[in-house]
């Protein structure tokens, strides 16, 4: 049987800034203070554009992020809308972006996942990883993963697309929707396998859960930050 391939998408572009300051950001109550990542429970996230980056919009499609909590991610609403909405619905959780009058910035969406998986990678250059971390605060664990990149173990089975560090992870069954055609010179796309065995020989927490708590008290000789 032909071994299910995964697309990994991510923006050419810079992202853009948002008009908060970083001691309001440090406030907001659905990312951690430590670590920026936004909390595994939080659904939609509403996302502010400062008025500087608004002309340079059109340039960033369909997909790039906005510079705050180590970036909301954000899509042009016709690239993702060419997912049948079912699967929309099923794995993904859709905000706006606002403008700094609060109006709504039309055809652009915010969006989260139910999952946020990490790449490992089997380090051509000889470091598989860069420096893992756990936030002293929420327990996210944070790694660097040195390509060329794999999945390890296999990501969750009831769900299709899935946030990736910066990226956005699709099963090459929902991919195949999106009309790649017309956007290929404006993403990165990198096919990404799955593994039998973890290839970088690390001992990782299921990346299906970077704040699993059970797993960080098992290792407390990792660097808390
Ligand atoms: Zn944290």
Redesign the pocket.
């Given at each position: 049987m032909k071994k299910e391939e995964f697309y990994l998408l991510y923006s050419k572009w810079d992202g853009f800034h948002s008009p908060h300051t970083p001691e309001e950001i440090a406030k907001f109550p659905w990312r951690?203070?430590?670590?920026?990542?936004v909390f595994d429970d939080v659904k939609q996230v509403d996302s502010v554009i400062q008025n500087t980056y608004l002309s340079d919009l059109p340039k960033e499609k369909p997909l790039t992020s906005s510079w705050l909590c180590g970036g909301v991610k954000v899509v042009w609403e016709p690239f993702i809308r060419a997912i049948p909405q079912p699967i929309l619905d099923h794995n993904l959780y859709f905000g706006n972006l606002l403008g700094q009058d609060g109006k709504r910035i039309e055809g652009w969406l915010t969006y989260r996942c139910r999952y946020n998986l990490q790449l490992r990678g089997t380090g051509k250059g000889g470091t598989k990883v860069r420096r893992i971390t756990v936030?002293?605060?929420?327990?996210?664990v944070r790694w660097g993963a040195q390509g060329p990149f794999f999945l390890y173990p296999a990501p969750p089975a009831d769900a299709d697309i899935f946030l990736c560090g910066s990226s956005t992870l699709f099963r090459e069954s929902v991919y195949q929707y999106l009309d790649m055609e017309q956007w290929r010179k404006k993403v990165y796309v990198q096919k990404i396998k799955v593994a039998d065995k973890p290839l970088d020989g690390l001992d990782l927490p299921p990346f299906e859960i970077p704040?699993d708590l059970k797993w960080v008290e098992e290792h407390p000789d990792l660097e808390r930050c």
């Open positions: 951690c203070s430590g670590c920026g990542e936030c002293k605060d929420c327990g996210y704040r």
